[in-house]
């Protein structure tokens, strides 16, 4: 099944990618690898959750951060395959960073989201390998970060 196909049977819709935040640009493609500049939970230019893991954030606006910036980065990936999310072939990497209190450890659950997310978008081509890693802080207070590499033709 086509992708646009997955996303329109989910009744999603993606986002206009987001502006960069700083001095870079949002995707890059070398050598047949897309890659995705970290997303932040931003819609229309602003950020829509805050706040650091563990403390002043529920796990649940957390996941939904998550699925944000997933959504983020699929649009931008649309966005440089010229519309064409079919030329995807893999998705070698996803990182995803959490503001999290020095105790919070449910890093691995909380990532499933973006997981569940990939895979429900990309199909068996959405598996991939992931780091769920916790951090001190991240732009605009943002609880989390995603950065993904996608494999394409």
Do not use: W
């Amino acid at each position: 099944m086509k992708v646009n196909d997955r996303l329109n049977n989910m009744h999603l819709d993606l986002p206009n990618p987001p502006n960069p935040v700083g001095l870079y640009t949002p995707s890059i493609i070398i050598d047949n690898l897309l890659h995705i500049s970290g997303q932040l939970p931003v819609i229309n230019g602003e950020i829509r959750y805050e706040g650091k893991v563990g403390t002043s954030i529920s796990l649940s606006d957390v996941s939904t951060a998550i699925e944000i910036c997933v959504l983020n980065s699929v649009a931008i990936a649309k966005q440089a395959l010229d519309g064409d999310l079919d030329r995807i072939t893999g998705i070698p990497r996803l990182r995803v960073y959490l503001n999290s209190v020095d105790t919070f450890s449910e890093h691995a659950t909380i990532a499933n989201s973006a997981s569940q997310l990939l895979l429900d978008i990309f199909g068996e081509l959405g598996n991939h390998s992931r780091s769920a890693i916790g951090v001190a802080s991240l732009p605009l207070n943002s609880p989390v970060e995603i950065e993904l590499l996608f494999a394409v033709k």
